[in-house]
């Protein structure tokens, strides 16, 4: 809550047309006000964590005054961070004296040594770190290192078979991705079973009564359950993201034009395939180890696949409004078949 008071004593001197509070005040302010009832717990926390904050609104405000300036890109004024907000951080610089101990725990100031389960070797001395609390209420420590971009041997030229040149990804909903070379991806059982409790989690929470003990325990679970589908989603992009990067020179990732997509029901799903924090991954890898990514997009062919039994019946001009399937003999409405088409994709992927 500092950075809120900072921000609350910089706006009620501007409102009352006083000077800019320099930085140095602010920070004086602060010690003031360790010594007052309602801000005595601030004497509790690290001092540089408190300077942290202030140096945060710091930069938030030169941001602010380069944009009118003219000097780069105008972004809003600082604005008060929300407490409803329920993911919360704190950020440990160099200079304020944490640790990694011998034994792998955490040390930090006005806090204690704290176990970790690392989830990665660090690759150097890290900087800085910032330890959030999730909406979940888990703890995380992330870690700021410095890092060289190790350029990968060309594929291709390696000896194991399953190597090549290069590599053609199709993001769709039937499977999460299909290879050029004929794999078939689909999203891994660790993550559809996450899935499955999210969901189950959320119909128990719909019928828990507003405002009641249990809603409030039931809304912490799907919070709970959330996090976990986005921790083994996120895991599982990384899985294949390094796998087609590390065994490919190049990638070309052909998605469904999500543009069109982006008002019907099939945006949730969309969304829950993750596609382009996937593209994202696959961008930075191809970047860091030296390879090629191309994305191109691609308009859904809804209107060519029987919605009845699946068969692809091959393009047809705008004016054919009406087809009957050359397999199972269904008649279709193009644009019935087309949305029916869309939807069961969208289905079909979730689970
Ligand atoms: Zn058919």
Not at 17 to 33: C, D, F, N
Not at 92 to 112: H, S
Not at 203 to 225: C, E, F, I, Y
Not at 293 to 304: E, H, L, M, W
Request: charged share 30%.
């Amino acid at each position: 809550m500092v950075y809120n008071d900072a921000l609350a004593a910089r706006r009620t001197a501007h409102a009352s047309g006083l000077p800019y509070i320099k930085a140095a005040e602010l920070s004086a302010a602060m010690t003031r006000a360790k010594k007052t009832p309602e801000r005595c717990w601030l004497g509790e926390v690290s001092a540089v964590v408190l300077q942290q904050s202030l140096r945060d609104l710091e930069t938030a405000y030169r941001a602010f005054f380069d944009g009118l300036a003219g000097k780069r890109p105008r972004v809003g004024a600082p604005r008060f961070k929300s407490r409803k907000d329920r993911r919360q951080s704190i950020r440990f610089t160099a200079n304020a004296r944490w640790a990694i101990t011998k034994g792998g725990k955490l040390a930090l100031p006005k806090i204690g040594e704290l176990k970790v389960r690392w989830s990665r070797r660090l690759p150097s001395t890290p900087s800085t770190v910032t330890v959030i609390r999730d909406a979940a209420g888990r703890y995380f420590a992330s870690f700021v290192v410095e890092t060289r971009d190790d350029r990968l041997p060309r594929a291709g030229a390696q000896a194991s078979a399953r190597l090549g040149p290069d590599v053609e990804i199709d993001l769709g909903l039937e499977h999460f991705a299909v290879t050029s070379d004929g794999r078939k991806i689909t999203s891994p059982r660790f993550l559809r079973r996450a899935a499955k409790k999210l969901r189950r989690a959320q119909q128990s929470l719909s019928r828990k009564q507003k405002g009641s003990a249990n809603r409030d325990k039931a809304r912490m679970k799907v919070a709970r359950a959330h996090a976990k589908v986005a921790d083994a989603r996120r895991e599982f992009h990384h899985q294949l993201s390094s796998e087609l990067v590390r065994e490919n020179q190049a990638v070309y990732a052909e998605t469904l034009c999500v543009k069109g997509l982006a008002r019907t029901r099939l945006a949730k799903s969309v969304h829950d395939a993750g596609w382009s924090a996937f593209l994202g991954m696959l961008e930075y890898k191809a970047q860091r180890y030296g390879r090629t990514f191309t994305q191109v997009g691609r308009a859904y062919p809804s209107s060519q696949i029987c919605s009845g039994c699946g068969y692809r019946d091959g393009p047809k001009p705008l004016h054919v409004r009406a087809w009957t399937c050359e397999r199972c003999g269904t008649a279709h409405d193009r644009d019935v078949n087309a949305a029916r088409n869309i939807l069961d994709e969208g289905r079909r992927i979730i689970t």
